[in-house]
């Protein structure tokens, strides 16, 4: 066997052991490693570590064309931040013990190293794997959400104040859908691309719809609680995923 060889076949080794230590408990609440992100025909796709392995035991989705397992090509830390496994794996290698919290730790002082990427996630429903678009970095006026439910029904609360006046938020989408945004008083449809800002959209279009419209582009935060709750339906080229939104006043 070649260095070469060798080489490839140990890195491998370091990578296979770290995918299965990730879900590995934590024995203090330390930043710890919560999803893996596959490539799967050329898209991003974010799973729980135990749906990974538990997919790889199985011989399901976790595979290329040939059969060839997918090796996560990066992870998703607890406090939301996605790096390369590479990075990863070097920062295990360079950590004083290898453990998983300790290369986050050493992680966490390397800003730079954090991956702007926005993957899909993966649902088994009626006996079929579905790869389904979801929202990041979602926040209004510049305020993030509190997110509850789970990745697969996720909550979004946003708290706002009912004087003020919102025309901007940030959303990315994992891939371009069609969505629906419904509530007791209307259903509004439309498209956007993973170039398009989905949040502007959507607060121009509940102002428009709500009762709100000053410009075509803003609403105030009245109008946002008084038409709470609502869910946003994203659907993507295989899968939906079905989000709630609610507005709450600030206190």
Known sequence: M?????????ILIVMVLTIFSLHLPSASAVDTLQKAIVNKDGQLVEMDVGFLTNARMAGLFVFDNQG???????????????YSMSAFTNARMASSDGAVTSALSLLNNYPSLISNIAPSIVKFEGGAFDVCPILHNTSVGGIAPVITGTTEAPILTFTVVPTATYTAGTATLSENVSYVIHNAFYDITGTATTTENLMNTALALIGLHGG??????????????????????????????????????AP
Do not use: E
């Open 2 to 10: 070649g260095a070469k060889s060798a080489k490839s076949i140990g």
């Open 68 to 82: 060839n397992f997918l090796i996560p090509s990066y992870i998703k830390s607890s406090n939301g931040n996605y």
């Open 212 to 249: 709100d419209n000053f410009n075509g582009t803003s609403v105030r935060g009245s109008t946002l609680i008084s038409n709470s709750p609502l869910t946003i339906t994203l659907t993507g080229a295989s899968g939906a995923t079905v989000y709630t939104i609610s507005f709450v006043a």
